[in-house]
């Protein structure tokens, strides 16, 4: 209950900055139109809209990571932190409290780029009903980054620490080459984060290879807990500081 309280102050602050949520939005969506007009010049099928459309909803999360990073940076530059310390609260509940309102945020970006997909071509199918239940697990991995950045850096720094996760997050994802074209330690290394796992169990959903979702999904789910475990450490020494 107390952290459903901080979440709803938290949504508010959220909606005060809507033109960072629509870029947020906006910036996925044209890249998956511009992608997948380059589909049919490629000599693969790497850009074909089953396979880039759930790769490009798992890229768009990388901005949620950002959303929750300023969100609990700002709150700290501001020394709002400081002050509802003396709440009841736990570390947890503020985690939670920070996290909760991301997920309609997640929800609205996973429906956009669907939709977007749908009007570009991608095939309408019923896989798309649990697609949907495994990217928003996949976007609790990235709310858990954001709390992660937020808990450790400044706002400032969290805009800079963004531009080399979303670097990461997509270079070794798959996102916009297969991995095992360049291979060796590259590969083994990618494989070794969540976002290439978190890219094949997308596609691995929306064309109905079940069998092929759940290896990868526990690596999403093991990183989520691990980054959010160690957010809640971090939060928690905070507060005794």
């Known amino acids: 209950m107390k952290a459903l309280t901080f979440a709803e102050r938290n949504r508010k602050e959220i909606l005060r900055d ?18 997948s007009m380059m589909a049919e010049k490629m000599p693969f099928d790497l850009f074909t809209l089953e396979k ?3 790769a490009i909803i798992v890229f768009s999360f990388s901005f949620i990571t950002l959303f929750t990073g300023m ?24 985690l939670i409290g920070y996290a909760l309102p991301l997920l309609p945020v997640a929800l609205l970006q996973l429906a956009a780029c669907y939709v977007t997909a749908l009007l570009l071509g991608m095939p309408v199918t019923l896989d798309a009903i649990p697609a949907f239940g495994v990217l928003v697990i996949i976007s609790l991995l990235y709310i858990a980054f954001g709390l992660f950045f937020g808990t450790f850096f400044t706002d400032r720094q969290v805009g ?17 080459f297969e991995l095992d074209m360049i291979g060796g330690t590259f590969q083994k290394v990618a494989y070794l984060l969540p976002f ?24 999403v789910i093991a990183y989520t807990a691990i980054i959010f475990g160690i957010a809640v450490w971090g939060f928690r020494k905070r507060m005794r500081g």
């Open 71 to 94: 969100l609990i940076g700002r709150d700290k530059s501001s020394s709002f932190l400081m002050r509802i310390f003396a709440s009841p609260m736990d570390a947890t509940d503020y």
């Open 18 to 35: 809507p033109m960072t949520l629509l870029f947020g939005m906006f910036l996925p969506l044209l890249m998956l139109w511009l992608f």
């Open 160 to 176: 800079a620490m963004f531009a080399i996760f979303v670097n990461i997050t997509t270079w070794l994802s798959g996102t916009w």
């Open 52 to 54: 880039l459309a759930p």
């Open 196 to 219: 290439a796992h978190a890219v094949d169990a997308s596609r691995a959903v929306f064309a109905g290879d079940y069998d092929a979702v759940g290896t990868p999904m526990l690596w």
